[in-house]
């Protein structure tokens, strides 16, 4: 203690959390090596691949001779031009070990300010400091660019197989055998190896002041609290470079590095209105507003308005009418395009079937009008399932799985608002000790809601509009794979995009038994009406009200039962959806 009414306090604190994990080796599919190219592998002449393997894989992709001038049952049987020599390949690389990975978490933080008294006001002042360090390491990954050198052999001076790029073999490339059980040696397996590293780093200042304390006016006492805040938020998630690119045997991991800092001020007060007066026990009015200029979405700010009306002991209302804000984070603003796995639906699809015939006639068109999409529509595609080629533009459940996507972050994305009201009763009766019975209405409003771009939304939309003056900016949002046509690569990204409503109500009761039986019971129960929950995707779109939906019951009951005695507790909750 600096006094008696000064006081100086300090907080320092640091955490280290270890934690290890290890499961099967790598499923190697071969199109992981080559970017979820699945015709990559092998190629047939590779001195590795087995005789009979290579000779199946020539007679599987030999056509009759096109030039040919006799009797074509007469013709001579060549390489289909379209095959470009390689055999795809999946193998459980257990040569190059288990997967697994190391995490190392560290966290600090030190705080320091003084409190006390001045006066009539009590105040406060901080600063904090806080950082949290992450290293990940994995194993039993591969270096995608070493594997692709590693799978290009050819027969040496020496009579055994080397890595036909003489650049790859300089820098030690050894080539790989993965025909049979143990067949990849330990040399080849350190070659393709590959141990990814990701660091992280969260650094968090905060500086803060704040002044509580009462003054009169018109012979009342008005309750306040002020201050004042100033944060700095940073953060660097940082993979290695072939986590980057997607070349280590998973998905890519972008860079996500950013810092923003906000200044802001509040004040609040508690104002009573009417006291002591038949059915005005009391009567408060609470206010408070806050403005917060930040250096990513600028100035905003947020206020309150609330009355709390007591009218008897047993029996009071409350009444509150808020305007908030969330700005955006830094992993709203600055995510790098991270990749998953989710499919969409290709609008395409169904092109040289009968299913044609019930599509938009604007979609077809469009379709049709990128050579490999039409190409494909028109020669089959491939089904390995159906063994062979099946009419049309269709999608495999292989094709389906080749899908990728990448979500991240926007830089000009703004602050979103909402609105909300709430309005309730409070009733206590005094003729029943212990219980007390609230009811409660909500309204709320939010708009320029934060959230990512439906990439379904996005390429229908591309292909749904007219191409005369080119393509719209949506049909950026997809790649196809040459030659077939098939979606490749879809994009998303955050914007202020669309608007939610929910409104209903909330019944709620609790009742606390106690000197009636052993040990104190305590029921509580919580019923939930919604009678609207509305998401509008655009201001052109019609809002779609979700409530009747799975997830969005119309009604919800829960009870909760606690029982009480000593040391021990029992508590039972049964939750009903209607």
């Known amino acids: 203690d600096i006094s008696e009414d000064h006081q100086v306090f300090a907080e320092v604190s640091f955490t280290s ?12 599919n071969s199109e992981d090596i080559f970017g979820g190219l699945g015709n990559r592998g092998y190629h047939y002449t590779n001195p590795f691949v087995p005789e009979e393997i290579a000779d199946a894989a020539v007679a599987y992709n030999s056509i009759p001779d096109p030039d040919f001038e006799g009797d074509p049952a007469d013709a001579p049987l060549i390489l289909d031009p ?17 997967r697994g990975s190391l995490n190392t978490r560290d966290t600090f933080r030190v705080a320091i300010g003084t409190e006390g008294t001045i006066g009539d006001l009590d105040y406060d002042w901080y600063y904090q400091y806080g950082e949290n360090n992450r290293l990940q390491t994995s194993t039993g990954q591969f270096n995608a660019m070493n594997f692709q050198q590693a799978l290009r052999a050819e027969m040496g001076p020496l009579g055994t197989p080397i890595c036909s790029d003489p650049i790859a073999r300089s820098q030690g490339c050894v080539p790989i055998n993965v025909f049979g059980i143990g067949a990849i040696t330990p ?12 660091r992280s780093v969260n650094t968090q200042q905060v500086f803060g002041a704040n002044i509580t304390g009462d003054f009169p006016l018109f012979g009342q006492d008005i309750s306040f609290a002020t201050g004042f805040e100033w944060r700095e938020e940073y953060s660097d998630d940082d993979p290695d470079d072939l986590q980057e690119q997607g070349l280590h045997g998973g998905n890519v991991v972008p860079r996500t590095i950013g810092e923003y800092d906000v200044k ?6 508690l104002v009573p209105l009417l006291y002591d007066m038949p059915m005005v026990q009391d009567l408060t009015l609470e206010a408070a507003y806050r403005a917060d200029e930040y250096s990513s979405a600028g100035t905003v700010d947020a206020s309150k308005i609330g009355l709390n009306w007591q009218f008897v002991d047993s029996l009071s209302l409350r009444a509150v009418y808020a305007e908030s804000v969330r700005s955006p984070d830094i992993n709203d603003l600055y995510q790098g395009q991270a990749q998953t796995y989710t499919s969409i639906g290709d609008p395409c699809a169904g092109l040289g079937t009968d299913a044609e015939a019930n599509m938009d006639p604007t979609v077809v068109a469009n379709c049709y009008s990128i050579p490999d999409v039409a190409n494909t529509a028109a020669n089959g595609s491939f089904d390995p399932d159906a063994g062979g080629i099946v009419p049309g533009f269709t999608y495999s459940q292989p094709d389906i799985q080749t899908i990728s996507g990448f979500v991240g972050g926007n830089e000009n994305l703004t602050e979103e608002s909402a609105e909300t009201m709430t309005v309730g009763l409070v009733f206590t009766p005094t003729f029943v000790e212990g219980l007390a019975v609230t009811v409660d209405y909500y309204d709320i409003e939010i708009d320029d809601v934060i959230g990512s771009v439906s990439a379904t939304r996005l390429i229908n939309e591309c292909y749904e509009a007219s191409w005369a003056g080119g393509q719209p900016s949506q049909c950026s949002a997809h790649e196809r794979f040459p030659g077939t046509g098939k979606l490749r690569y879809w994009y998303s990204y955050g914007v202020n995009q669309s608007r939610y409503v929910s409104k209903g109500y909330d019944v709620a009761a609790a009742y606390v038994v106690d000197n009636v039986i052993p040990g104190s019971l305590r029921l509580s129960a919580l019923w939930t009406k919604r009678d609207t929950h509305t998401f509008q995707t655009t201001s052109e779109s019609n809002p779609f009200d979700y409530v009747g939906e799975v997830g969005y019951n119309d009604d919800k009951f829960k009870v909760t039962l606690v029982y009480e005695i000593g040391d021990f507790l029992i508590s039972l909750d049964n939750t009903i959806y209607g």
């Open 264 to 269: 802001g001020a509040y004040v609040e007060v």
């Open 17 to 28: 959390v270890e934690s290890q994990s290890e499961f099967e080796p790598y499923p190697l």
């Open 82 to 98: 379209a095959w470009n020599g390689e055999i795809p390949f999946i193998r459980r690389m257990a040569e190059t070990g288990n």
């Open 187 to 198: 040399e080849a397996a350190a070659w393709v190896g590959y141990d990814p590293m990701r």
